[in-house]
């Protein structure tokens, strides 16, 4: 069964960076499809940034080159960039994943963020940027 475990969140304040990461274990595939979302207070969760394993990399539209999306090159580890963070940025930040990778989406192009598009999730980590 696959296991994902964010960890990384923290307050900051505005402009600030943080770095998370998705630690994952139970995966017995070489091919991926990964994203990060994110869920605000009485928000719904959206789409940030969607990576596979051919380094095919979506963001959405608020990200404006803010944050990246990557794979550790050694190590079954999901990370996410962010920097000149924004109060707006404030949220639960998730991680998710497609098992198996037959499912993928978008592979080696757009990734769709949508909710559906993923069936493995972890438990979240929050970030909170103050002014």
């Known amino acids: 069964q696959v296991q994902l475990v964010e960890s990384g969140g923290d307050s900051v304040q505005v402009g600030g960076s943080l770095r998370l990461s998705c630690a994952y274990s139970?995966?017995?595939?070489?091919?991926?499809?990964m994203a990060w979302f994110r869920q605000a207070p009485g928000k719904e969760r959206e789409g940030v940034a969607g990576v596979d394993s051919d380094d095919k990399t979506t963001y959405a539209d608020f990200v404006q080159g803010r944050f990246t999306i990557f794979k550790a090159n050694a190590g079954d580890i999901l990370y996410l960039q962010m920097n000149r963070l924004k109060p707006e940025d404030t949220a639960m930040y998730y991680c998710a994943m497609v098992d198996p990778p037959r499912l993928c989406r978008g592979y080696g192009g757009t990734h769709p963020l949508g909710l559906n598009d993923y069936n493995v999730w972890g438990q979240g980590t929050q970030v909170t940027v103050s002014s």
């Open positions: 139970g995966y017995t595939y070489s091919t991926y499809c």
